[in-house]
DNA sequence: GCGCTTTACGTAAACGTTTACGTATTTCTC
DNA sequence: GAGAAATACGTAAACGTTTACGTAAAGCGC
């Protein structure tokens, strides 16, 4: 098996209360033994098993990170974020996939528990009461991020996605466009539904332009399928539609794609902005004017606070709403030019 | 804190070794002592503490996974198969973003080491001596996923990419194209590199047409910007192209996007077939045909061949080649027809 | 009812660390 | 150079489990 500390402390003849002083940079010791004992370490390629430390430590140097889906373009540039965070702050990432379902949260947040993990980092999903009973049993801090918690205290990162569908929409009036419709959420999304839908209403409002639900499809997903289907059903209830709002940007390109199936030119004939500023938005055709969100720095700063919240340096974390823009590029036609 | 074993051994009047025996579901007690047992369980709320079991045991129930960038969209897919295998085999994943550095990989399986994990997913890049002398120490199994290693006898999960790129020119020729080109990798990369070079060429070659370095672009990375730039430059290199391989999707879709931009019209003027089949290949206009890997069986199978070996099930691990196919969309014209 | 096996436990060592405490030696103070 | 303070260690307990071993009681065959 590996060298353990008593090995090491045998082959310098020392104790093991010495070489651990050693290893941890502690004092007590002359530079003397420092040297043997790091030759010893060095001799017998000496690694420090991190579970015996756990234990007694009661610190794993470990966090859990929630996800509903790993394989999604949102989730992977935030885990990136985090994992960066994490790694800087000397913490691991443990990946957990909810796949949005209750139980396998639950299943998940347990093992966690089991695990000892020191912190967890919840994302993109809405904080039920059992899962709220376990961070509580759990006692380690916990950050949400790019979602939020309407009933519970819990720090988050995220965009205002009011303020972001609301400059969406002011994007396309400001381009002169007055038929808007929108792509939106669920009204069972407390974080990402129903703000964005309110965000364009208001925006609409404030500009003295109508708004029915003629404006606007809701669904239950954000994907691409989800945006291509909504399209038709959009442009029968408001034909002279010339721009478009999607709460996505897999939905806008979803939209796109049914655009071009019914022939109708993006954006010289109807105007798509997104949400997200995921990497396809820039990769599709035309490239697709954006919200941007700051994924992997949204990632970053909730890693971040947790790893202060983990350290005790911060005792109350304060949230976060990081700051959102729009990325201007082919999607979105400025009908004023003509 | 936590209630510990000793905590319900006293709250139900036993011993931890008969708590410990039940908990496990080993045998040696009777159905009273159980039940009574179970209560002071749910009374007390009693989670076993994982790391202690793992320091006794040598078993973490965790393995650790290494991707070069785990904001891309192949990893991301990856990972969400090993995720699963890991969780239904009772594993927890580690994610490391190596950034394909070195120091960074080095860095990382050491800490894998000191958290003493069960095994190891190596994902997507060359293993280097550095890499495999750490693996040996650390005597865990070790399996590749979408790499796979010149030197090291490593079990491996990946398609064959001499043969999918064969296939794809194949494709092309069949559809009546003769002047084709291919955005290739590296050839400094004998995985994603050289083999899909190599089978773009021998399927010119053997249907009869000509081969030159003029039907060839090499990059550094598979990237959308890599696919980008190279378009141009292929096309001056070969002006009567009518068709193209691109070794990743990015980089079929970095192309598209260059010849929208040109003027070019896919497919009518210049058919394109990509590699990976990623989320964006159907997302983009128009759909991507490519060659298309199951990334997240990839995934999948590599985790449920580390759990095998973990749990020691297997000694030796076959590797697999996992097949591929050519998902037919509409950046492909079928020259015949005319 | 005597020996033997089986059952149902309990005791204690072990896993590899950290750390409080004790102690011998050195260094300092005057 | 005597006593105090600092230094350089070593000893052993603790972290929360698993498990080999021991043992008392129960069950069994005859």
Redesign the pocket.
Known sequence: ??P???DV?KHA?????????I??G?????E???KKVQESIEALG????A???G????RTQTIGVLFPEVSGMLSSEVLEGVENAAHDGGFSVIVCNTASSGKRTVKYLRLLQEKRVDGIIFASEDVKKEYYKIFEEMKVPVVLVSTASTQYDLPYVRVNDYEGAFKATEYLIEKGHEEIGMIGGSYQDPIAGIPRMQGFKDALQKHGLPFSDDHLTTNEGYRFQNGKESLPLLLKKLPNMTALFAASDEMAIGAMSAAHQLGVKVPEELSIIGYDNLKIAEMCYPALTTVSQPLKDMGQTAGEILVNLIKGEKKEAESRYMPFSIVERQSVSDLRDK
Request: hydrophobic letters at 35%.
């Open positions: 098996m590996n353990t500390i008593k402390a003849n020392v104790s093991i209360a010495t070489v651990s002083r290893v941890n502690l004092s007590g010791y002359s003397e033994t420092k000496y690694q420090p098993n579970i015996a430390r234990l007694i430590n009661k």
